[in-house]
């Protein structure tokens, strides 16, 4: 399975940005699909996640009600939409598959494949 991350870029503070991730493979339907974001000089920390269905998803507190997360298994893809973005939402976000599709998982160990990053930078 290979991952490709897209839709990163610069904003000011207060933007909206949406990121995508493009899954290989048939069995994208029934992965967990989730976003991560490494700040500089910081760990790895989980932003969000969904389903395989679509139907749960899990954010963290710290972007609950501002970033909103969707997928389209038709089309093997998984969207993260950001708004209201902060300084502090500054990363490069990943997206991950948890191919035996655990519900919404929130540890990055419980991810099997991983996209390449694409970097966030929020300008004050």
């Known amino acids: 399975v290979q991952l490709q991350a897209s839709g990163g870029g610069l904003v000011q503070a207060g933007g909206s940005l949406r990121l995508s991730c493009a899954a290989s493979?048939?069995?994208?339907?029934?992965?967990?699909m989730g976003w991560f974001r490494q700040a500089p000089g910081k760990e790895r920390e989980f932003v969000v996640a969904?389903?395989?269905?679509?139907?749960?998803?899990r954010y963290a507190d710290s972007v609950k009600g501002r970033f909103t997360i969707s997928r389209d298994n038709a089309k093997n893809t998984v969207v993260l939409q950001m708004n209201s973005l902060k300084p502090e939402d500054t990363a490069v976000y990943y997206c991950?598959?948890?191919?035996?599709?655990?519900?919404?998982?929130?540890?990055?160990?419980?991810?099997?494949?991983w996209g390449q990053g694409t970097l966030v930078t929020v300008s004050s």
């Open positions: 991950a598959a948890d191919r035996m599709g655990r519900g919404t998982a929130a540890v990055a160990d419980e991810y099997d494949y």
């Open positions: 493979g048939r069995a994208f339907s029934s992965y967990t």
């Open positions: 969904i389903s395989w269905s679509g139907g749960s998803t």
